[in-house]
Structure formats: C-alpha cells, structure tokens
Nanobody, 122 residues
Framework: QVQLVESGGGLVQAGGSLRLSCVVS????????MAWFRQAPGKEREFVAT????????NYADSVKGRFTISRDNTKNTVYLQMNSLKPEDTAVYYC???????????????WGQGTQVTVSS
C-alpha cells in the first residue's frame, strides 16, 4: 500500500521560509515522478511543482518560480519543497502526490498525502 506523509507546515511571516517534506512508503520511490500541489480556502487545488524520478528535471507554477525549489532524496524516499520569500497568497494546504505508473508524467495523480497547512501572515 502506497502512503505519502507530509510534514513541515506552519505559521510564518511574509518573507520567511519553510521546508516541506513528504515521505513515501510502499513502493520503489526512485522510479516515480513526484509533485506538490496546494489548495487555498475557497479555491481549487493547483499545481505547484514536479520533479522527475532521477532528479534531472523540475517544473514550477509561474506563481512560485524563483521562490520555491523541489528536490528529492531517493535514499530516504523523500521529496522536499523549499519555500522562500513566502507571501500571504501562498497560504494553503500543501499536498504531495505521486502517479501509479513509473517513469511517466501523468495528467492526474493517483496517490496523495493528507496535506500540511502553510499559513503566511502579512
């Protein structure tokens, strides 16, 4: 059974930083694309970033480009999201996600964590 568990959220002032972690269990982590999404109150869930299985390719939403960095440690089955220069509009529940198919960028993700709250005060 594939499980994703996020941690690292919290309350931070605008301009501050947080690092989110997502530990994956139940399968070979290094074969799969990983992604971060977020959902703000009253809004739809939106894409934040993806990283390839071999850590060679990353993609970001325009709203976070230059401020957020996605990375992974395949020896620890963990994907990270380093968030710098945080803004109040970054306030959301952040989710990590994974596909069921290896070596593949999906249109939809099959596995999701429970989410971690990030709140940025002005």
């Amino acid at each position: 059974q594939v499980q994703l568990v996020e941690s690292g959220g919290g309350l931070v002032q605008a301009g501050g930083s947080l690092r989110l972690s997502c530990v994956v269990s139940g399968r070979t982590f290094s074969s799969y694309v990983m992604a971060w999404f977020r959902q703000a109150p009253g809004k739809e869930r939106e894409f934040v970033a993806t990283i390839s299985w071999n850590d060679r390719n990353t993609n970001y939403a325009d709203s976070v480009k230059g401020r957020f960095t996605i990375s992974r440690d395949n020896t620890k089955n963990t994907v990270y999201l380093q968030m710098n220069s945080l803004k109040p509009e970054d306030t959301a529940v952040y989710y990590c996600a994974a596909p069921s198919r290896p070596y593949y960028y999906p249109k939809n993700y099959d596995y999701w964590g429970q989410g971690t709250q990030v709140t940025v005060s002005s």
